[in-house]
């Protein structure tokens, strides 16, 4: 038998994903709702799926460019222009997703013992590609904060060995959307100790306030530190194509690009074509769904008396639980087992007290979930 001393010691250390081991629990319970997953219930636009279809036929099987073709690259490009992102299409690399685009970056920025900030709660990702490019996470817990990084406690967490912050905004799980105060706390500890700014920008499209704005827009002075991390999964319900990007400054994604290589050599060939078609696609419908659900599921945990920080964009409720007796993971396991909904437990945000709801589901399915939770809650 093969012993974890001759595996990645810092790897063999991490549980595999809470939200995976309960979305799982779910699928094992005949009947349960599923408020788990960040996984839009609606189709990929018909589009984008005939622009597959129509590579496919064409022989777009053979190894592309392993950045990205032009015809995807210069799209990108473009939309972000229209965003206030300037980066040209040099500057760019089409990722499997943003997981690999967040571990390419990591990976190539990391030393081993390195340090990498994260505000909590957060999507535990992050911590497992830092621990296993053997780095350490710093967390700055923001639950005090209103979910906002101060700039006093993020100087407080901040040390000799830290490389960058990753920062998420819209926030999951929290849905909270980081204001100019928290991004400016972040340009300022950044310019002054020289650290990296990872933006994981993949539910900018999915906003519900005129307020938001994205660090790389706002601290353009900041360009050579930063690198921006965007998504077809969320706002084109794209999840399964496995499709995203990354833009940063000539000499940042010169090195980010050989572990991108060396990961997975390139995204498919035939997908390419149709993701620059998902960029021409309006996402606003959707968007208006999770607004409305957004506001419906706030209106009824406030009478269910779970206090909430009303989120601004992505499509998660992230309540406070610590008022019901029992531990967030006793909570979602009873959920589960007694009610037939399965929510995630603040545990796997690093979050003790609260748990995510995620409201991108039917409409029948949310209303049936938050039902049960009521009446489940009403039991206690």
């Not at 390419?272 to 419908?285: F, G, M, W």
């Not at 607004?291 to 269910?304: A, F, H, I, N, T």
Request: glycine share 8%.
């Amino acid at each position: 038998m093969t012993s974890t001393k001759n595996t990645n010691s810092d790897l063999a250390l991490l549980a595999t994903s809470g939200i995976r081991r309960f979305n799982t629990l779910a699928n094992q319970t005949p009947g349960c709702v599923k408020l788990t997953l960040g996984e839009p219930e609606f189709d990929t636009p018909q589009a984008v799926k005939d622009a597959v279809a129509r590579s496919l036929a064409a022989g777009k099987t053979h190894y592309p460019p392993n950045n990205g073709t032009p015809e995807l690259l210069g799209p990108i490009s473009a939309y972000m222009g229209r965003q206030g992102l300037d980066y040209a299409p040099a500057e760019l690399i089409a990722t499997c997703g943003a997981t690999e685009a967040l571990s390419a970056t990591l990976m190539a920025l990391l030393d081993p013992g390195d340090e990498v900030v994260v505000p909590s709660p957060a999507f535990g990702l992050y911590e497992t590609i830092v621990r296993a490019a053997h780095g350490t996470v710093r967390f700055l817990h923001t639950g005090n904060n209103g979910f906002s990084i101060n700039e006093g406690q993020l100087r407080s967490v901040v040390g000799e060995r830290t490389k960058a912050i990753v920062i998420t905004s819209p926030n999951n799980p929290t849905g909270c959307v980081y204001g100019a105060d928290s991004l400016d706390a972040v340009a300022n500890v950044a310019a002054e100790i020289g650290i990296h700014v990872i933006c994981d920008d993949v539910y900018n499209r999915l906003c519900y306030t005129d307020a938001y704005e994205r660090f790389a827009a706002r601290h353009p002075e900041l360009r050579e530190q930063t690198v921006v991390v965007d998504s077809f999964s969320k706002p084109w319900a794209m999840t399964g194509w496995r499709i995203g990007w990354l833009a940063a400054a000539p000499e940042v994604k010169a090195q980010i690009e050989k572990m991108h290589q060396y990961l997975i050599s390139s995204i498919p060939a035939f997908v390419q074509d149709a993701a620059a078609v998902a960029l021409t696609c309006d996402v606003e419908p959707m968007r208006e769904t999770y607004r409305r659900r957004r506001d419906l599921v706030v209106s009824r945990l406030g009478r269910m008396g779970l206090p909430l920080t009303v989120p601004e964009g992505a499509f998660y409720a992230f309540p406070d639980v610590s008022g019901l007796g029992m531990g967030s993971e006793e909570l979602c396991e009873r959920l589960v087992r007694e009610a037939g909904v399965a929510c995630v437990p603040g545990t796997c945000f690093g979050c003790e007290g609260f748990m995510r709801l995620s409201y991108c589901v039917a409409d029948e399915a949310l209303d049936l979930g938050l039902r049960r939770l009521e009446s489940f809650l009403a039991t206690l």
